[in-house]
């Protein structure tokens, strides 16, 4: 890994040299394609280099050991204990930084959730998940907007969409697409019978519209009256937009603002995100098998995530991690999942040979 090193740091001077190149500042996408590689080298370099510093004090030490004796031996062979355990630590975080970055790192994040089967009581599912990311979100600092929804009779809803900003929102909540199944005994039940409904989560990078153009002759752009719970009117404007991609069959819905244009820009955002996600799909199956795995059919035998409120139970069924802290978790203490996840996928990149050995 020291010779890889070496070349990042030259990597890292070319790079800079870039930054102040009159063609490059003048490209708006070079620019900040530049800036983003001059940051992920910013950050290699720097824990390479202590890492390097760390091997050359623990080779001082030892050095200085074959010369010495007594009291001034053991404190240097202290010394060299010190810097070999931190050149182990800083090797492992070398070689993480060197696994493949994901091209999504970065970006901010559209999620969907909608109610999948267990009628009312899977829409007032996809509710409680909706609070339980907000009130993570809140934990991590992070930015949040309401894209739009669609109430359901009791309060639940039928889908709704949010868009996520801040540092690290794709690399915590990539995991979570897929459908979610929670087991308790729900407000419409009457006898007091434990009931498993599910809701889906879909996760998806937001796209900007230099990335992802979309030509106006692509769409077919319905207008109707936002409707709320059992299906009756709330305003008396047509402010509802349904967006159609006639090449994709892609459609979105937006009715949470007054006016016609915002909810059709929010609409865009949206399909944008979508048709970025498509695109990525395409280039890799990977990604496609991806995909499909966090939509699949919503139904309650098909899921990522268990959500007992009898026995207080979250389990992640992809990694096999229990947690008995439901509250907790609905309350948005969701870094127990989270960072077990993200730590599976490193160990899983290791594991395939993406790192340097």
Known sequence: MLDRLQGLEEELVHVESQ???PQV????????????RYSQLSEMVEVGSEWRSALEDAAAAREMAESSDGDE????????????????VLAEQFRMLLLPRDPNDGRNVIVEIRG???GEEANLWARDLFEMYRAYINTKAWGIEVLGSHLSDMGGYTDIAFLVKGDGVWRHLKHEGGPHRVQRVPVTESQGRVHTSSATVTVLPEADEVEVQIDPNDLEVD????SGPGGQSVNTTDSAVRVTHLPTGLVVSMQDEKSQLQNKAKALRVLRARLLKLHQEEQASSQAAQKRDQVKGGGRAEKIRTYNFKENRVTDHRIGVTLYKLER???????????PL?????EQQLEAGNGEA
């Open 116 to 118: 999948a089967e267990g």
């Open 19 to 21: 930054l102040g190149d």
């Open 329 to 339: 978790v609905l309350a948005g203490d969701l870094d127990g999942v989270v960072e």
């Open 73 to 88: 031996l053991s404190e240097i062979r202290q010394m060299e204990s010190v810097a070999t355990s931190n050149a182990a």
């Open 342 to 346: 993200m730590i599976h996928e490193r």
């Open 25 to 36: 500042t003048s490209d708006r996408d070079r620019f900040v394609e530049v800036s983003r």
């Open 223 to 226: 207008t109707y009256r936002s």
